[in-house]
């Protein structure tokens, strides 16, 4: 695969990640959030996911776009993998509300379409 093609296949999947704790979280409140062990668990999970995906960013993309923020979202991603034991729900909440709408829209633009399939 081409670099090109593995950096939009790795934006994809930090974009999808996101949409998913978007759609998991609604328009759940902490309160309720702060409850639901097992919406807290798909909420890691996707975070986790859409920072593995942004460690496999080629250097050259990251640095072409400067505005997503790399090193934070990769951290994030370290935390829930290796000080599992250390993650604050509140801050993952905080992700979720302020921080995943932005990314999810700067995410967008740098994606290629699909190609057509041919029928």
Known sequence: MLPEQRDAAYLWD???AAK???EITGN???ARYSEERVVQL???RTIEIIGEAARKVSEPLKTAHPEIPWR???AQRHVIAHEYGDIKQDRLWLVVTARLPELVA???PLIPPQPQSAE
């Open 106 to 108: 700067q995410l967008r």
């Open 42 to 44: 798909a909420v890691e």
């Open 14 to 16: 930090m974009l999808e």
């Open 28 to 30: 759940m409140t902490y």
């Open 72 to 74: 934070q979202i990769i």
């Open 20 to 22: 998913q704790a978007l």
